[in-house]
């Protein structure tokens, strides 16, 4: 080899390193981009008009496990939003008063903290408006919010509460519904394996967990959606499911992409909160992700542009339902409260 083809030769091996190089830099960058953008909050967001205080959290953590809230007596907010199913109930739909099965399934509260519409049709705009909406609801708790107020205000022990949480206000309506409202806030997904990884613990989750984020971020078109720590973008989609519910279209009705749309769920602690949609129609983390590699079961012109067949192999299913279980937190045991009397 003459000189010149051998200074040509060093050349072009010097720039296939300098090109691998910089592809594994920009490969790094990126996944340090993906990761910066689900790192946890340092401190749980509270209103102006509404501040934490030790005595409202308190309070509004006795109201939510007390069934005295409902006109049956044996329904409480704990009832449907159970801590030991990560805040919900476990069914497919929700049962209210008289047994009486409801029309979706119970959402979580877990990290509401940060949220900004309420509801599966997103039909409240704060935890104060949404708290107290089941209470009085006929087919929920069935309790007016005027009897609520003169069963709270024959409680001695209650009375007492909100005159030392609430001095300038005492047991009001709109104190009932500050207090839930403060606990509801504090309701937050603990420290998960997948938050160790992305501070850099490379050992926090295994290799199939991490190509699932990477498949989770890329093909499965997941994180279009479920974006942010909380792992929902807050909004409002129709996935293509097979019921004629038609979600925030009936607050919206004019507006297509609206129809048979639903609120996205956080996918913290998700392996725990089976079964899954808003009608309870998914019974596995594995069916979710099958019902999304299909493509949906339903096509409307409301269709989330991002539904669609998704092409996955058995092996990425797989790996994608490995990194979803690294969501879930070893979170405290939940102190149940002595009620008042």
């Known amino acids: 080899m003459n000189t010149r083809r051998l200074i040509a030769s060093k050349l072009s091996l010097t720039?296939?390193?300098l090109w691998n190089?910089?592809?594994?830099?920009?490969?790094?960058?990126?996944?340090?981009?993906?990761?910066?953008?689900?790192?946890?909050?340092q401190s749980i967001p509270f209103p102006k008009d509404n501040p934490h205080t030790r005595l409202s959290e308190n309070l509004g953590r006795t109201l939510f496990f007390d069934p005295r809230l409902s006109g049956s007596n044996w329904i409480s907010c704990a009832t449907c939003h159970n801590p030991a199913f990560s805040w919900g109930d476990g069914l497919a739909k929700g049962i209210g008063s008289g047994m009486k099965s409801l029309g979706r399934r119970t959402p979580t509260i877990l990290n509401l903290a940060w949220g900004e519409l309420m509801m599966w049709d997103g039909r409240f705009d704060s935890l104060e408006s949404q708290a107290l909406a089941p209470v009085s609801e006929e087919g929920e708790m069935n309790l007016p919010h005027d009897r609520m107020l003169q069963k709270l205000q024959a409680i001695p022990g209650y009375v007492e509460?909100?005159?030392?949480?609430?001095?300038?206000?005492?047991?009001?309506?709109?104190?009932?519904?500050k207090a839930l409202a403060t606990f509801e806030r504090t309701v937050v997904s603990g420290t998960a394996?997948?938050?160790r990884w992305i501070k850099g613990n490379e050992k926090a989750i295994s290799s199939e967990a991490k190509m699932g984020f990477e498949i989770f971020n890329g093909k499965a078109l997941c994180s279009k959606c479920h974006s942010g720590w909380r792992f929902t973008d807050d909004s409002f989609h129709d996935i293509g499911l097979a019921d004629e519910d038609k979600g925030r279209g009936k607050i919206l009705p004019d507006i297509e992409v609206m129809q048979h749309a639903f609120k996205t769920p956080t996918l913290r602690n998700v392996d725990h909160r089976?079964?899954?949609?808003?009608?309870?129609?998914e019974v596995t983390l594995e069916d979710v992700v099958e019902f999304y590699n299909q493509g949906g079961k339903s096509k409307r012109p409301s269709i989330s542009e991002h539904i669609r067949p998704l092409?996955?192999?058995?092996?990425?299913?797989s790996d994608l339902v490995e990194?979803?279980?690294?969501?879930?937190?070893?979170?405290?045991?939940?102190r149940i409260p002595i009620l008042p009397r």
Request: cysteine-free; overall charge neutral.
């Open 323 to 334: 990194f979803l279980k690294t969501l879930t937190s070893q979170d405290k045991a939940v």
């Open 311 to 317: 092409r996955l192999s058995e092996k990425e299913k």
């Open 193 to 195: 394996p997948f938050d």
């Open 274 to 281: 089976g079964p899954y949609m808003h009608d309870g129609s």
């Open 161 to 177: 509460l909100f005159a030392k949480a609430f001095p300038d206000e005492g047991l009001t309506t709109s104190t009932v519904a």
């Open 15 to 17: 720039l296939v390193l």
């Open 21 to 41: 190089v910089g592809t594994d830099a920009k490969a790094d960058k990126s996944l340090t981009s993906m990761r910066n953008e689900y790192l946890r909050p």
